[in-house]
Structure formats: C-alpha cells, structure tokens
C-alpha cells in the first residue's frame, strides 16, 4: 500500500488487548508488544489475565489467557477498561473478551480457528464472522495459521511447530497498525533461542509477514499514531512488579552493607522473585528455595541473626503458614521482610487471579499480641521502592516488616526509569560494635526502641535467642507477669513509633470537602485515574492513597475529618475500611468493593462516586 493511500489516526492512548489459548502465547506477545512500547517512549501499564486453570480443556473458554497493554502520551495510571484493539486467535477468546473492546473499535482474529469444531468448543451456535454480530467493530480476519505456515514453508518445519509462531503473525500486524520498528523484538530471538538459529529465523520471518499482510490489505489502511511520552531524561527499561521488587532488595542490601538472603517455597504468584534473586549471585544474593513455607521463613530468620537482610516471599495461603515463625522474629527483634503476593482466597482460591484479601492476616493473622510493620505497594515499578522502603524500616527499627503486593501489580508491567543506588535514602543498621562493656541484648535505642543487631561470633556480644519471652535488657528467659507485659508494650511501642519516621499522607485534590475516596495498594492507578476524571468534571471529590498500613500515618485522623463522606475503595469486603473504623470510629464510611479476580474499572468508580455526591446533594 502506497504512503499516499495511508489514514494515520492520531491519538493520546490506547488499549490493546492479546486474547488466545493457553498454548497461543499470549503473555509472550503482549510482553514484546510492551518492550517494543517501551522503547518507542510511552508510558503505558499492563495487566496479564491468566486462565484459573492450568491445563483447561483446548479451546474453550477455561482456558483463555490474556495480556492487556494501555500505552499513551500522557500518564498513563491503569491497563485500561476497555480495548481500542482486540487480538482474538480463536473463538473461546473472542466470546470471553468482546464484552472489553470499545464499540467501534478493531478486532484481528484467525479465521482459521473459526472451523465447526472450534465453535461448538466456544460456546458459539453460529459463527460471528457470518451472523452479523460482529457489525459493530472492524473485523480483520486472516487466515493466520495458513500464513504462517506459508511464511515458513521452505525452512522444512513441520505444521505444528511453523503453528506455534503464529502469535509472532498478529503481533506483526501490530507492529504495522502502531508503526512499530523489529529491532527490540529481533534482538530478544536472538537472545532467547540462540541456541536454536532456526526458530530464531522460523519467528522473524512470521513477524515480517505479519507487518507485510497488514501493509497489503485494504482493511488496514488506516493506522493509528500516538505521540510519546515526556519522559525524563534516564535508563529506562519494561519492568514487572516481581523483577521490581526483587530489584528493590538487591538495592536496599547494597546500601545497608548486608549480604541478600531470600528463603522461600515456591508459590503462584510470588515465585519470580525467587527467579529473579536467583539470577543475581554476583551481588552476594543468597537464595534457598525450601521445601515448604515454614522452612523458607525459619531459614529466613537464621541469616537475619547471622547479619544478612532476609526476605521470604509468599501468597496467601503461605502466609498463613508463616505465621508462628512470624511471631518468633517478632519475639527475637530481628530484622526480616515478608512479602506477600496477595491472590483469590481462601484456601487454593484463585491462584492466578488477584485480591487484596490478606490486609487483616497481614495486621493481627498470629497468636498472642504480634504486631509488625505492614506497608504496601501500589504499582509494579513502586515495588520497586516498597521492597526498598520495607527493607530499610525492619533493618532501622529490628522487627519484622510484611510487604503486600497483589497478583495484577506483581505480574504487570510499566516503564521503569532505573535510579541510582547512591541516590537512594541511606539504610543505617544498628549493628553492635565488638566488646561493647554497655551492651545488652534487649537494650533499647532511645527514640526507637529498637535493640541493636549483635552478629554472631562478634566479640564480647554472646547472648541467647528463641521463641520463649525475653527479660527486658538481659534478654534472658522470663516467666515474670509483668514483665511480660512490659515486654508486649514495648514490641508494640517500638512499632507504633515508626509513625514518626513516615511522611505524612498526601491527599490528591482539595484539603477538605464533600468525599475524600480512600484507596491502598494496588488499587491506586485506577482510583487515581477516577478522581482525576471525576475532578475534572469541577465536582467536589479528593483521594488519599495509603501506602503505610500499620502504623497509618499521623495525620490520618485529620485528614478523615475534613470530609463529609469516606468513600473506601478496596478488592475485597471492606477490611481497610474496617480497619480505619478500629481507629476512626467518629467518621461516616461508605464502601465499594470487587472481589471478582478482576481489577476496578475507571467507569464503574465514577459511577458509585457521582452516586454518593447525588446523595450527599440531596
């Protein structure tokens, strides 16, 4: 197709959706679409929807996986709500993922998946490539599988493995459709099967006829421009919240000069921390992958006692699990982060989808009075600076911090502009200086209370540790009442006074006014994208976003009474809102929630905050 012939349609953003079978390699193709995203200058968000069962029944709607990317020149806070442009390789992904793409908007499928069988598996009585249902969008329906095959023909492969580049066909289409170049996706090939030059070239020829149908075919004469981003002036690279967070330690053990070690049993969604810290020897990372959770926490503790940072990573259900163990480092003051991968509960629930369920098992989820610092991440590049921020609390103030992230947050991705080390806050370990005369095991810094850190086979520190209460300064065995009393006031003292080393909490938009929307975690882009529209259309409405869990930030309780309305936004039944009615009982609290495995869409937070501003107008 000729230059003259082309319509470029401009606009700010846009949302892609990559819908296919499990086998189709859906998550593979929305994340090269994505680095290509990222080195073309936008700033985008992504959410990947993983099928809930790990071997469903082919073609069928169970075993749908998806990849969602919204990219744009403006800040970009959410993966989107609905999609501008839909990629559907079989019929089971466009029944369960028509009801995301805009009206009007572009739907590129494989017609060769459209076959009798392939529709009854679907759940389809007619095809919607003939029954006229489909009307209402751009429909380009190659036939892919029979082009693909054709674009390898003479590298003799045989049909099923020239069938698995097929996705590398749509994502070519892509690649036209937003004027995108194949070097960042040429050179990952070469990288991932340079073992194998023929898959390297098997891919890069499917891509290439991808662009060259897509250039060829008169349904795609239009293509769409979006200008990029204003980024800063950085290194920058796609990141996941799991690569982020396991990044955000390695930094945090640099700067407080403690060797990393992560314990940790293998868990959806948490395990690519594991993966990734496993990959980073050369920065003395230490990693153990045990043979359940209470061997990864408990193997945990013991490099804490021996002087290094210590992570254990988790979901739910291994939480539960760390909970003893959890006590036992609360009892020892030492220094771990526990970072919980929040997914669909209880028990099994949804591994692979998310929830923010865990809130009240991370704040009282143990026996006895046990309380630790909980903090939470709200995006995948802030995982980053969570695990870094987590780090530096539990080390600075020796108890024990939880990290929650969240299944959308970990397995997403965004732009990352990558810091520095030396820019980042320092991390001072009070660790204990040989042949201290003054020093005591349980002796207490003054302003934190927190005891210094003696690592063993330091001279003059012996002392002993364990799960039985502790004498206060001596830290021997006690069995006295009241000092163990005094000791469950100072544990939870010496935590109540981190609130004095937070920031105070930020509230977007006016000071005071009607409704202040709460939000935590990883709800935070696309609360923060409700507001602004929201804001926008001149109406009375302020967010606060928390990020410090336990303790909450100083000025809470003032900024909760400067609103008429608390409206708490949260994916599950209310257990934040709950939790600041413990504290702020005097306040009036609304609640919306979702607990469907899915994140919030922009339009359906607006609609519950124009419901509350109609009441309160009333």
């Given at each position: 197709m000729?230059?003259?012939n082309k319509?470029?349609?401009e606009?700010?953003d846009?949302?892609?959706?990559?819908a296919?079978d499990?086998?189709?390699?859906?998550?593979?193709?929305g994340?090269?679409?994505?680095?290509?995203?990222?080195?073309e200058?936008?700033d985008?968000?992504t959410f990947?929807d993983?099928?809930a069962e790990?071997?469903?029944?082919q073609g069928?709607?169970?075993g749908?996986?998806?990849?969602?990317v919204?990219?744009?020149?403006k800040?970009?806070?959410?993966?989107g709500?609905?999609a501008?442009v839909?990629?559907?390789?079989?019929?089971?992904?466009?029944?369960?993922?028509?009801?995301?793409?805009?009206?009007?908007?572009?739907i590129?499928l494989d017609?060769?998946?459209?076959?009798?069988?392939?529709?009854?598996?679907a759940?389809?009585?007619?095809?919607?490539?003939?029954?006229?249902?489909?009307?209402?969008?751009k429909?380009?329906?190659?036939?892919?599988t029979t082009?693909t095959?054709e674009a390898v023909?003479?590298l003799?492969?045989?049909?099923?493995?020239?069938?698995?580049s097929?996705?590398m066909?749509?994502?070519?289409?892509?690649f036209?459709?937003?004027?995108?170049?194949?070097?960042?996706t040429f050179d990952f090939f070469?990288?991932?099967?340079?073992k194998n030059?023929?898959v390297v070239d098997?891919?890069?020829?499917?891509?290439?006829?991808?662009?060259?149908?897509a250039?060829?075919?008169?349904?795609?004469r239009?293509?769409?421009?979006v200008?990029p981003?204003?980024?800063?002036?950085?290194t920058?690279?796609n990141i996941t919240?799991?690569v982020a967070?396991?990044?955000?330690?390695?930094?945090?053990?640099e700067?407080?000069?403690r060797e990393l070690?992560l314990?940790?049993y293998?868990i959806?969604?948490?395990?690519e921390?594991?993966?990734e810290?496993s990959?980073h020897?050369?920065f003395n990372?230490?990693?153990?992958q045990?043979e359940?959770?209470?061997?990864?926490?408990t193997?945990?503790?013991g490099?804490s006692?021996?002087?290094?940072l210590g992570?254990?990573?988790t979901s739910?259900p291994g939480l539960s699990?760390?909970?003893?163990?959890?006590?036992?480092?609360?009892m020892?003051?030492?220094?771990?982060?526990?970072v919980?991968?929040?997914?669909?509960g209880?028990?099994?629930g949804?591994?692979?989808k998310?929830e923010?369920?865990d809130?009240?098992?991370?704040l009282?989820?143990?026996?006895?009075?046990?309380?630790?610092i909980?903090?939470a991440s709200?995006?995948?590049?802030?995982?980053f600076?969570?695990?870094?921020e987590?780090?530096k609390?539990s080390?600075?103030?020796?108890t024990?911090?939880l990290?929650?992230?969240?299944?959308s947050i970990?397995?997403?991705s965004?732009?990352?502009?990558?810091?520095?080390?030396?820019e980042?806050?320092?991390?001072?370990?009070?660790?204990?200086?040989?042949?201290?005369?003054d020093?005591?095991p349980?002796?207490r810094?003054?302003?934190?209370?927190?005891?210094?850190w003696a690592?063993?086979?330091?001279?003059?520190l012996?002392h002993r540790?364990?799960?039985l209460?502790?004498?206060?300064?001596?830290?021997?065995?006690?069995?006295?009442?009241?000092n163990h009393?005094?000791?469950?006031?100072?544990?939870?003292d010496?935590v109540?006074?981190v609130?004095?080393?937070?920031?105070e909490?930020?509230?977007?938009?006016?000071?005071s006014g009607?409704?202040l929307?709460?939000?935590?975690g990883g709800t935070f882009?696309?609360?923060?994208e409700?507001?602004?529209?929201i804001q926008?259309?001149?109406?009375?409405?302020?967010?606060?976003?928390?990020?410090?869990?336990?303790?909450?930030?100083?000025n809470t309780?003032?900024i909760?009474?400067?609103f008429?309305k608390?409206v708490v936004?949260?994916?599950?039944k209310g257990?934040?809102m709950?939790y600041?009615?413990m504290?702020?009982?005097?306040?009036?609290?609304?609640?919306?929630y979702k607990?469907?495995g899915?994140p919030?869409?922009v339009?359906?937070?607006?609609?519950?905050?124009?419901?509350?501003?109609?009441?309160?107008?009333q």
């Amino acid at each position: 197709m000729s230059e003259k012939n082309k319509n470029v349609v401009e606009k700010e953003d846009v949302v892609v959706r990559f819908a296919g079978d499990s086998g189709d390699g859906m998550q593979l193709t929305g994340s090269l679409f994505s680095d290509s995203t990222a080195v073309e200058g936008f700033d985008f968000a992504t959410f990947p929807d993983y099928p809930a069962e790990i071997r469903a029944p082919q073609g069928t709607i169970a075993g749908v996986s998806g990849f969602q990317v919204h990219f744009g020149h403006k800040d970009i806070y959410t993966s989107g709500d609905y999609a501008d442009v839909l990629v559907a390789m079989n019929p089971a992904s466009l029944r369960s993922n028509l009801k995301w793409t805009k009206t009007g908007g572009t739907i590129i499928l494989d017609r060769d998946a459209f076959t009798e069988k392939g529709l009854k598996k679907a759940g389809y009585h007619s095809n919607p490539l003939e029954d006229g249902s489909l009307d209402d969008y751009k429909v380009i329906d190659p036939p892919i599988t029979t082009l693909t095959k054709e674009a390898v023909k003479d590298l003799n492969v045989d049909h099923k493995m020239a069938q698995k580049s097929k996705n590398m066909f749509a994502l070519g289409m892509l690649f036209y459709l937003f004027h995108r170049d194949f070097k960042s996706t040429f050179d990952f090939f070469e990288e991932k099967f340079k073992k194998n030059p023929l898959v390297v070239d098997m891919n890069k020829r499917v891509l290439k006829a991808g662009y060259s149908y897509a250039d060829s075919v008169e349904a795609m004469r239009s293509t769409i421009s979006v200008p990029p981003a204003d980024l800063k002036k950085g290194t920058y690279r796609n990141i996941t919240g799991n690569v982020a967070t396991a990044w955000g330690f390695l930094a945090a053990a640099e700067k407080a000069g403690r060797e990393l070690f992560l314990g940790s049993y293998p868990i959806t969604p948490a395990s690519e921390i594991l993966q990734e810290l496993s990959k980073h020897k050369q920065f003395n990372a230490r990693v153990f992958q045990a043979e359940d959770e209470i061997a990864g926490i408990t193997s945990t503790i013991g490099a804490s006692y021996a002087g290094a940072l210590g992570i254990t990573t988790t979901s739910g259900p291994g939480l539960s699990l760390k909970s003893e163990a959890i006590g036992l480092a609360v009892m020892t003051e030492l220094p771990i982060v526990i970072v919980d991968v929040q997914r669909g509960g209880p028990s099994t629930g949804l591994p692979t989808k998310s929830e923010q369920s865990d809130l009240l098992q991370a704040l009282f989820g143990r026996n006895g009075e046990c309380p630790t610092i909980v903090i939470a991440s709200q995006s995948p590049v802030d995982c980053f600076y969570a695990a870094y921020e987590a780090s530096k609390l539990s080390v600075e103030h020796m108890t024990p911090t939880l990290l929650l992230t969240d299944g959308s947050i970990a397995n997403g991705s965004e732009v990352f502009r990558i810091p520095k080390v030396k820019e980042m806050d320092s991390i001072d370990a009070p660790i204990a200086e040989p042949n201290d005369e003054d020093f005591k095991p349980y002796k207490r810094d003054e302003k934190t209370l927190s005891r210094q850190w003696a690592i063993p086979g330091t001279e003059g520190l012996r002392h002993r540790v364990g799960g039985l209460e502790k004498e206060n300064i001596s830290g021997n065995v006690s069995h006295d009442p009241k000092n163990h009393q005094l000791m469950i006031e100072l544990r939870q003292d010496k935590v109540d006074r981190v609130a004095d080393y937070l920031p105070e909490q930020k509230v977007v938009g006016k000071e005071s006014g009607d409704i202040l929307v709460v939000s935590w975690g990883g709800t935070f882009g696309v609360v923060r994208e409700a507001v602004k529209e929201i804001q926008e259309e001149g109406k009375s409405v302020s967010m606060a976003h928390f990020r410090y869990i336990n303790p909450l930030p100083k000025n809470t309780g003032e900024i909760l009474s400067k609103f008429k309305k608390i409206v708490v936004c949260e994916i599950n039944k209310g257990q934040f809102m709950n939790y600041l009615k413990m504290n702020f009982p005097q306040y009036d609290y609304d609640l919306y929630y979702k607990i469907q495995g899915l994140p919030f869409l922009v339009s359906e937070l607006k609609d519950k905050f124009n419901e509350v501003i109609e009441k309160l107008d009333q």
